[in-house]
């Protein structure tokens, strides 16, 4: 049973997890989407479709801290004055190569359905991120997807807007996934579904925020070097034991899979 999460910012939500009516248990798979699902990262792949694949200097000098979501914005607004289309940037999302080992963790979620359920939270764009899942064919994998709303206007401009807007001074202003995955377990709690195990699959220094929130049961999967690999380890050293779940650094996501399938052996 998982236990009560106070002081990491999580809810009690997990009271009498499996007591009166035994089941298989139910864990929750939680991804990031750039340079974790896929190894680019979006936001940067998507100029390829501006013309001479490559953005003004004035443009690129325009990205402030913590405004990324409103670069983005002018970005797109630039590559749609330029005559970007919908094709060209669908053309590039789904052209964007998967992370190593990635279609086998899928793979591996996909026969395991019944046990996982899935979500993806990332401060990309629904519209690049559906193509790509869509293209790659394992759209139908994920219950949910959270990301920043994107769609095309009467111009045929991609447009882009904020997720939500929050209060943590971690994250940038128009994201914070520790939030959303908040929420998202509370709404589900509601629900009456309860996770044995949360298990957090990222990359970025956004992903080390909700992972903070992780139990003592859970697994953050940091990919190794990046980021969120280098902030768990420097919160251990400074902090030992503040962060509590059980760490385990990736270079492929095949060896997500080895871990998961180990841990369906153990419940055998």
Not at 40 to 65: K, M, W
Not at 98 to 103: N, R
Not at 152 to 157: E, I, Q, S, V
Not at 207 to 232: E, I, N, Q, W
Request: glycine share 6%; hydrophobic share 40%; with cysteine.
């Amino acid at each position: 049973m998982r236990r009560c999460c106070e002081g990491v910012g999580l809810p009690c939500l997990f009271k009498g997890v499996g007591m009166a009516n035994p089941r298989p248990p139910r864990y929750l798979l939680v991804f990031d989407f750039d340079e974790t699902i896929v190894d680019e990262n979006t936001d940067d792949s998507v100029v390829r479709a501006a013309p001479g694949q490559a953005l003004p200097e004035s443009l690129r000098q325009s990205l402030r801290q913590g405004s990324y979501n409103e670069y983005m914005q002018r970005v797109l607004a630039f590559m749609g004055d330029q005559g970007v289309t919908v094709g060209d940037f669908k053309a590039v999302y789904e052209n964007i190569p998967l992370s190593p080992g990635m279609p086998e963790l899928f793979q591996f979620l996909s026969k395991n359905h019944e046990l996982f359920e899935v979500i993806l939270i990332s401060d990309a764009n629904m519209f690049g991120i559906e193509a790509k899942l869509r293209a790659a064919g394992f759209y139908s994998l994920f219950r949910k997807i959270f990301s920043n709303p994107s769609s095309f206007d009467k111009r045929g401009y991609l447009t882009l807007g904020p997720y939500h807007s929050h209060k943590c001074l971690e994250c940038p202003a128009n994201m914070c996934k520790r939030k959303i995955l908040t929420e998202y377990l509370a709404e589900r709690a509601q629900e009456e579904v309860e996770f044995e195990r949360v298990f957090y699959v990222g990359d970025g220094a956004n992903d080390f925020c909700p992972s903070v929130a992780l139990t003592s049961s859970d697994v953050a999967f940091p990919r190794k070097g990046y980021p969120m690999h280098r902030m768990t380890q420097e919160m251990e050293k400074k902090q030992p034991g503040a962060f509590q779940a059980a760490v385990v650094p990736w270079e492929s996501a095949a060896e997500v899979a080895r871990y998961l399938q180990e841990l369906l052996k153990k419940k055998c």
